[in-house]
T-cell receptor, first 115, second 112 residues
Framework: NAGVTQTPKFQVLKTGQSMTLQCAQD?????MSWYRQDPGMGLRLIHY???????DQGEVPNGYNVSRSTTEDFPLRLLSAAPSQTSVYFC??????????????FGPGTRLTVT | AQSVSQHNHHVILSEAASLELGCNYS??????LFWYVQYPGQHLQLLLKYFSGDPLVKGIKGFEAEFIKSKFSFNLRKPSVQWSDTAEYFCAVKTGANNLFFGTGTRLTVIP
């Protein structure tokens, strides 16, 4: 199993450009999410999905769009990049559930710089 | 709304010293609690988790954490740290839904 994969690893954008961060998982997890990590702020939830065709907003959704057309993929779109979106982005996935086997698995991250 | 506080922003220890990192959360209902570690340049990995039962939870690499419900705390401990424990440590809370809420993280530097 590859687990959770993300591409690209690094990206530099100019203000106003758009791009899509890719995320895929091969564990057949229903739940997928996107976080951004900023110094001194921990990880903050951007958007999440509980299954194909179902997405919802997290704590910091402004400036980002998501869709979930398949169980495996959960891309994050920046429509018009701004310097405030410079961050490290992590994708995560988990099975749905409340039991003690629950765990969120994280991808390796994408470091995005907006100039 | 739930929140997670990690009061230690940066901790510096010598090898073999004992470690305790604080984590407090605010949420009145049932919570599941997690500690994740992020080694330099890597993604987050699960250290340990608490769901129910024994409030003292043992994780990987000699780490443990104690859930104290009356104090809304879930502190991480290790009796003797190693240089390889240098990393950032995140406490997280999961409430009824699947979403995790993270603290701001504690950076641990272990000096050989």
């Amino acid at each position: 199993n590859a687990g959770v994969t993300q591409t690209p690893k690094f990206q530099v954008l100019k203000t106003g450009q758009s791009m899509t961060l890719q995320c895929a998982q091969d564990m057949n997890h229903e739940y997928m999410s996107w976080y951004r990590q900023d110094p001194g702020m921990g990880l903050r939830l951007i958007h999440y999905s509980v299954g194909a065709g179902i997405t919802d907003q997290g704590e910091v959704p402004n400036g980002y769009n998501v869709s979930r057309s398949t169980t495996e993929d959960f891309p994050l779109r920046l429509l018009s990049a701004a310097p405030s979106q410079t961050s490290v982005y992590f994708c995560a996935s988990s099975a749905m559930g409340r039991g003690p086997t629950y765990e969120q698995y994280f991808g390796p991250g994408t470091r995005l710089t907006v100039t | 709304a739930q929140s997670v506080s990690q009061h230690n922003h940066h901790v510096i220890l010598s090898e073999a010293a004992s470690l305790e990192l604080g984590c407090n959360y605010s949420y009145g209902g049932t919570v599941n609690l997690f500690w994740y570690v992020q080694y330099p340049g890597q993604h987050l990995q699960l250290l340990l988790k608490y769901f129910s039962g024994d409030p003292l939870v043992k994780g990987i690499k000699g780490f443990e954490a104690e859930f104290i419900k009356s104090k809304f705390s879930f502190n991480l401990r290790k009796p003797s740290v190693q240089w390889s424990d240098t990393a950032e440590y995140f406490c997280a809370v999961k409430t009824g839904a699947n979403n995790l809420f993270f603290g701001t993280g504690t950076r641990l530097t272990v000096i050989p």
